[in-house]
C-alpha cells in the first residue's frame, strides 16, 4: 500500500512540469523501494521456512537410519541367537577305537516297514553278526586301477 501522503494533488497546476515529472519520479521511486523491501523479506522468509523444512527432512532421515541400524542390529542378534552353538572342545578327551554295532540293513527295513521282527537282531550278538555278514560291493568286487 502506497504511503497517502505522497499522492499528487491535482489541483497543484500552478506548478512546473518538471516539478510533477520529480515528483511523480520521486514517488514511484519511493513505492518501488518499499516492494523491493517487501520483496526481499518475502525473499529471506520463504529461504528461512526452506532452511527449517530441509534441517527437519534431515533429522527425521536422520532417525530413519538410525531405527534401521537399531533394527537390523537386533535382527542380527536375534539370528545369532538362532543359531546352534558349538560345545567347548577339549583336548584331554578320548576317541574309542571300536565302531558300535548296530542292527543290520534287514532289520531296520522291518521297523520302518511296521514288521514284525525277532528281538535277536538288537542284542549284542545279532549286531556282531550283522557287521561280519555287512560288506559293501568294493570289498566283493574286482576294479580296475590305473598306477602312474
Known sequence: MADPSLEISLQ???AEPQQIIDRLVETWMAGHDTR???W???QDEEAQEEEEMRLVHAAREEEEHLARQVEE???HLESEKKKPKMNGFNVASTIGNAIAPC???YAIQKLNNFEYIELWYFSP????EAMKMSCSIADNTFSLTKLD
Open 36 to 38: 523491493v523491501a517487501e
Open 73 to 75: 542390529e537386533n535382527e
Open 125 to 128: 550278538n545279532g549286531c556282531k
Open 12 to 14: 497543484a497546476t500552478n
Open 103 to 105: 542292527p543290520s540293513q
Open 40 to 42: 526481499n523479506r518475502c
